[in-house]
């Protein structure tokens, strides 16, 4: 999907929970990668990510899901050659039509198809807020098998443009209000 016909809502739901310096930086978002280690190593394990949306592209396009240091090195090196040829609307059109939505969809058009029956250009700040909230978890955020967690993760999606300044207290009330609601298709 061009990134134009893609709704603002969802572009804007994704930089929230995936890349909040997405526009900020050039493809690694260093003090988030500081901060990141800092906490990993305090606990003596790898819990907390850094990769910004440049560096998940990457990995999608060009590398295996191993975790090793030498392939997250890679990422980082691939997502900053990403930023110097391509733009960041270009980078976050690539990554939306290429993550995975949980429920057999790849792609913000086949997942917005999946759940909603409607073209990604449609969706709703509510079913977009839905959909950025399942990339952290897609098999146990899907709205259609877990619509509860699917729920309760798409409210801290729109407490989070709320903060960020995407939405106000009246938009996202009115999104709390008019729920994303799944229609059965042939992925789900």
């Known amino acids: 999907v061009n990134y134009g016909r893609i709704s603002p809502h969802l572009k804007r739901a994704v930089i929230v929970t995936e890349d909040a310096a997405f526009w900020d930086h050039g493809g690694v978002d260093f003090q988030q990668l500081k901060?990141?280690?800092?906490?990993?190593?305090?606990?003596?394990?790898?819990?907390?990510?850094?990769?910004?949306?440049?560096?998940?592209?990457?990995?999608?396009?060009?590398l295996k899901p191993e975790r090793t240091l030498s392939r997250k090195a890679q990422e980082a090196v691939l997502a900053l050659w990403l930023e110097q040829n391509f733009s960041k609307d270009e980078i976050l059109q690539l990554y939306l039509n290429r993550v995975y939505f949980g429920s057999g969809a790849t792609g913000i058009e086949k997942a917005a198809q999946a759940y909603y029956q409607k073209s990604a250009t449609d969706l709703s700040l509510m079913e977009a807020a839905t959909l950025a909230g399942v990339l952290k978890a897609p098999s146990n955020l899907s709205p259609a098998t877990h619509p509860d967690a699917a729920a309760a993760r798409a409210n801290l999606v729109i407490?989070?443009?709320?903060?960020?300044?995407?939405?106000?207290r009246d938009e996202a009330d009115s999104a709390i209000n008019s729920p994303a609601n799944v229609v059965a298709s042939d992925y789900v």
Not at 47 to 62: D, V
């Open 159 to 168: 407490n989070a443009m709320i903060e960020t300044g995407y939405i106000s």
């Open 35 to 62: 901060e990141s280690m800092e906490v990993n190593l305090e606990r003596m394990e790898f819990e907390r990510g850094a990769s910004t949306i440049t560096q998940q592209l990457a990995k999608n396009l060009f």
